[in-house]
């Protein structure tokens, strides 16, 4: 949550776009309110949901319609799972902030200020990592 708020920070979720944020749990939902990311996603123009499922299995009115695509940061994809005849994409936190703010699936490294945080390692000829 924290880093899909570090794209939405001083963003807006792109025209025609709906947003649904919904903790993993009711400890997580306590602790990102605490750090004001509640505040990010709302500002954003996200909705803030209570913790639970929601979009992951179509429930409580929350699903895709037929031919609608939509980004999931949950990690179970099957046909109908979020929408008789919607599509479904899995993504990465950052590359579902990244795609609301641009409204389509977007690299969130092609948005210069979001610092994504990978490190990679290689190699010398001698097996010295750098």
Not at 21 to 37: D, F
Not at 47 to 68: K, T
Not at 112 to 122: E, I, S, Y
Request: some cysteine; aromatic content about 6%; overall charge positive.
């Amino acid at each position: 949550m924290r880093a899909a708020a570090s794209v939405l920070r001083g963003r807006h979720v792109a025209p025609g776009l709906r947003v649904l944020v919904v903790p993993g749990s009711q400890q997580v939902k306590r602790e990102a309110e605490i750090e004001g990311l509640d505040l990010v996603f709302k500002a954003a123009g996200a909705d803030w949901r209570e913790s639970g499922c929601s979009m992951c299995i179509a429930m409580n009115g929350d699903q895709l319609e037929p031919g609608q695509y939509g980004i999931s940061t949950s990690n179970r994809n099957f046909q109908g799972r979020q929408g008789k005849g919607g599509r479904s994409f899995l993504a990465s936190p950052l590359t579902a902030a990244a795609s609301a703010v641009t409204g389509v699936v977007t690299d969130p490294r092609t948005l210069t200020d979001v610092a994504v945080g990978f490190v990679f390692a290689t190699q010398t000829p001698a097996g010295e990592a750098h």
